[in-house]
């Protein structure tokens, strides 16, 4: 099904950035979903340090801790969600599904919190 399109000023509105996962666990009492920390390296007068996101990935990822040290693109902007009682504050942004379900990663390291053009 196409979707409808949208203006370049719509599209510049979403954050994409690449983060390193720091660590990566099942959600108790879920078959779908996986509690991430994702560093973006970013500063905030609080500390900062790693953001809690959750993603319902686990059925691509039997073994969470292989994520760790990975570095993935998120959706960073969205307003949290609460899902199954965790806060989530971004979204994993991945493609395809079944045996398409591809991560999309830099193809060398690059610095925490480096964004998408």
Do not use: C, W
Not at 43 to 64: F, M
Not at 85 to 107: I, Q, R, W
């Amino acid at each position: 099904m196409n979707k409808p399109h949208i203006s370049i000023d719509e599209f510049s509105k979403i954050e994409v950035k690449v983060g390193t996962v720091r660590s990566a666990e099942r959600v108790p009492e879920t078959d779908k979903l996986l509690l991430l920390m994702v560093d973006f390296n970013e500063n905030s007068p609080d500390g900062g340090g790693p953001r809690q996101i959750i993603s319902g990935i686990a059925g691509y990822v039997p073994e969470p801790e292989s994520l760790i040290g990975r570095q993935l693109a998120f959706v960073t902007n969205l307003e949290p969600r609460t899902i199954r009682g965790f806060e989530s504050n971004g979204m994993l942004f991945a493609v395809g599904e079944g045996d398409s379900f591809a991560f999309l990663t830099p193809d060398r390291e690059i610095p925490p919190g480096t964004s998408a053009h």
